[in-house]
């Protein structure tokens, strides 16, 4: 299955990765910058031992209960509009959800996807520069399968997954097909700098 995802994202223009097992997909991104990877390579995991979401917060999912990658970018546009990489990676998680399922999560400000029940998914873009090359990379999360028993407690109240809101179940890997294509047609309207556009489908 994986093999034939890799010819499909290819036909987008991504390359993928994959591990049953990783740190973290941002952390190992990262990593893999530092030896010279290129722009569109994802890293896509089952599981995160040390998965990290905004402001140092922990990311916590069970093996293939959630969507789990991370993507390398060179984005081809001024750097003081870099900004809007984590406002397009969660709006194309959110439109990926709709178009997968049929349920329209909303967003909250800047990038945190969220339904009736509480968070769905996060996003954590972090930058890499040296005196070579500039690059992000732009990390998400969607909790898919979890019920509220199986987040820790103390955050059940405020967690939620795609199978909270909707009582259905997902294929990760059709998810995570949505999400790429969503998040290249996003990226193709920042290439041609027209950012109200993207302003305007976020706030719708």
Wanted: net charge positive; hydrophobic share 40%.
């Amino acid at each position: 299955m994986i093999k034939n995802f890799k010819e499909k994202l290819a036909n987008l223009g991504f390359r993928l990765i994959f591990f049953s097992e990783i740190d973290s997909t941002n952390s190992e991104a990262l990593r893999l910058l530092k030896k010279g990877a290129k722009d569109g390579l994802v890293i896509y995991a089952d599981f995160q031992t040390k998965g990290r979401g905004r402001k140092g917060r922990v990311w916590l999912a069970s093996p293939q209960s959630s969507l789990l990658l991370s993507l390398i970018l060179e984005p081809k546009i001024p750097q003081n509009y870099w900004g809007l990489i984590p406002i397009i990676t969660g709006l194309a998680g959110a439109t990926a959800i709709e178009k997968t399922i049929g349920f329209k999560p909303g967003l909250i400000w800047p990038n945190d996807i969220w339904g009736k029940y509480g968070k769905i998914g996060g996003v954590l873009v972090e930058g890499y520069f040296s005196e070579q090359r500039k690059a992000l990379v732009s990390g998400i999360g969607i909790n898919i399968t979890q019920s509220k028993d199986d987040f820790p407690e103390e955050i059940q109240n405020r967690a939620s997954s795609i199978f909270i809101e909707t009582g259905k179940v997902i294929e990760r890997e059709r998810l995570l097909f949505e999400f790429l294509s969503q998040f290249k047609s996003l990226r193709d309207i920042l290439k041609s700098q027209n950012y109200s556009k993207i302003v305007e489908l976020y706030s719708n």
